[in-house]
Nanobody
Framework: QVQLVESGGGLVQAGGSLTLSCAAS????????MGWYRQGPGKQRELVAS???????NYADSVKGRFTFSRDNAENTVYLQMNSLKPEDTGVYYC?????????WGQGTQVTVSS
């Protein structure tokens, strides 16, 4: 089993910054993909950014140039640095780990950007 615990969400004004963290624990195969997804009010869950254990980061067009995804493979932790936040970035942010055909999700952390 794999457990994912997110932290770092909160309330911020437009133009501000937040950093989210996600720590994975349990039976983690070294080859995996980790990513951040979000679900805004009344919207479907969407990909924000993802990165394989070795490879390049994939960003949603809406966050390119503003968000930075990073991962520490030794600590099984991923981060999402979010700058220049906009009200439309509001939502619940979820961490996901995919490995060996299985997907694991964290419980989510709320990000609210006020205008």
């Amino acid at each position: 089993q794999v457990q994912l615990v997110e932290s770092g969400g909160g309330l911020v004004q437009a133009g501000g910054s937040l950093t989210l963290s996600c720590a994975a624990s349990g039976s983690i195969f070294r080859v995996n993909v980790m990513g951040w997804y979000r679900q805004g009010p009344g919207k479907q869950r969407e990909l924000v950014a993802s990165m394989p254990s070795r490879g390049f980061t994939n960003y949603a067009d809406s966050v390119k140039g503003r968000f930075t995804f990073s991962r520490d493979n030794a600590e099984n932790t991923v981060y999402l640095q979010m700058n220049s936040l906009k009200p439309e970035d509001t939502g619940v942010y979820y961490c996901k780990l995919s490995s060996l055909g299985s997907d694991y999700w964290g419980q989510g952390t709320q990000v609210t950007v006020s205008s």
